[in-house]
T-cell receptor, first 113, second 112 residues
Framework: GAGVSQTPSNKVTEKGKYVELRCDPI?????LYWYRQSLGQGPEFLIY????????DSGLPNDRFFAVRPEGSVSTLKIQRTERGDSAVYLC???????????FGPGTRLTVL | EDQVTQSPEALRLQEGESSSLNCSYT??????LFWYRQDPGKGPEFLFT???AGEEKEKERLKATLTKKESFLHITAPKPEDSATYLC?????????????FGSGTRLSIRP
């Protein structure tokens, strides 16, 4: 595909459950980013991958959040023991290493009941 | 602490009424300042990158400018399709080639 894709587009879960959110970056982009966006706010940085490794995970709010990118392409954001405060839109972006412009996917809207 | 503040929070204009959006930033060394457009239910769409004070970039009815403390997004003779939230973000020179700090955005509404 031409752009960043994310699945699912919407996820409703119950408090305490485990969820996985998937991101397919633009082909050839080695850098991948996860953000979280609450209503009326700008995206908040969570984690950055360069290739397969997490180069910067300083934005992850706590150890319930984890992300992987095992083959340097698709990434999965994993949230354990979800809480109502985790409800937000989770955005993924990718970029070429030599460029700063990040290209965003449409996001996954997570609702924790 | 690196910070980005956008004003106004919301702006309603008549079609054809030009205006400017403001992005004030505090960062210990600027690597780059970015403008994005975000439509409801979609991810941000990249518009511009500015790197140094005095730099300007244009795209259709939009022009972005940069000083040492702020950036402006000027919109000339806007049309209803320009209605969106406009996000400003900065990347600090001391950060890894990753972290971008976003402002809360300006919701722009253009009435026909």
């Amino acid at each position: 595909g031409a752009g960043v894709s994310q699945t699912p587009s919407n996820k409703v879960t119950e408090k305490g459950k485990y969820v996985e959110l998937r991101c397919d970056p633009i082909s050839g982009h080695t850098a991948l980013y996860w953000y979280r966006q609450s209503l009326g706010q700008g995206p908040e940085f969570l984690i950055y991958f360069q290739g397969t490794g997490a180069a910067d995970d300083s934005g992850l709010p706590n150890d319930r959040f984890f992300a992987v990118r095992p083959e340097g392409s698709v990434s999965t954001l994993k949230i354990q023991r979800t809480e109502r405060g985790d409800s937000a839109v989770y955005l993924c972006a990718s970029s070429q290493i030599s460029h700063n412009e990040q290209f965003f996917g449409p996001g996954t809207r997570l609702t924790v009941l | 602490e690196d910070q980005v503040t956008q004003s106004p929070e919301a702006l309603r204009l008549q079609e054809g009424e030009s205006s400017s959006l403001n992005c004030s930033y505090t960062v210990s060394g600027l690597r780059g300042l970015f403008w994005y457009r975000q439509d409801p239910g979609k991810g941000p769409e990249f518009l511009f990158t500015l790197y140094s004070a005095g730099e300007e970039k244009e795209k259709e009815r939009l022009k972005a400018t940069l000083t040492k403390k702020e950036s402006f997004l000027h919109i000339t003779a806007p049309k209803p399709e320009d209605s969106a939230t406009y996000l400003c973000a900065v990347q600090a020179a001391h950060s890894s080639a990753s972290k971008i700090i976003f402002g809360s955005g300006t919701r722009l509404s253009i009435r026909p």
